[in-house]
């Protein structure tokens, strides 16, 4: 996600620093829980979208690649609509800065998510992002 607070590029993630993310939250549920997802997100007016992994699991959500900016997993809330889709909502609190956020609102269907999510950052400064993703096998 590349917005103000540039970090440098580095590689993925590691299962076991994914997993740790989880374990700084209590534990919950979620109707969501035990899928990931992968696809992209979009900056507006930004030309090029960005890879994009989210995780699912202990009613907390992960978005991987924001885990280089401080942010970890943050509780959502989940419900199911009238045809069946589940619509969600995460507020993800970066770990270094109180103030700055991340608000997730997002909708799946038919195994691929969309939704949005807004950086607001320690400044108060918000950048909106779209996403959407596939999902891939259940995580374990």
């Not at 580095?10 to 740790?20: G, H, L, T």
């Not at 997100?41 to 401080?70: D, I, N, T, W």
Request: charged share 30%; glycine share 10%.
């Amino acid at each position: 996600m590349s917005v103000e607070n540039e970090k440098p590029e580095r590689e993925s993630p590691s299962r076991e620093e994914i997993d740790a993310c989880f374990t700084r939250i209590a534990p919950g549920s979620g109707p969501l829980d035990g899928l990931t997802f992968e696809g992209t997100a979009s900056e507006e007016g930004k030309p090029e979208p960005e890879p994009l992994h989210l995780v699912f699991r202990q009613g907390a959500l992960l978005a991987v690649e924001c885990m280089r900016y401080a942010f970890g997993a943050g509780p959502y809330t989940a419900s199911t609509t009238g045809d069946g889709a589940i619509e969600f909502t995460s507020e993800i609190r970066s770990l270094e800065h109180e103030t700055e956020n991340h608000l997730w609102k997002g909708r799946v269907t038919d195994g691929a998510i969309t939704g949005t999510m807004v950086w607001t950052n320690r400044e108060g400064k918000s950048t909106k992002m779209s996403f959407e993703a596939r999902a891939k096998k259940p995580d374990g």
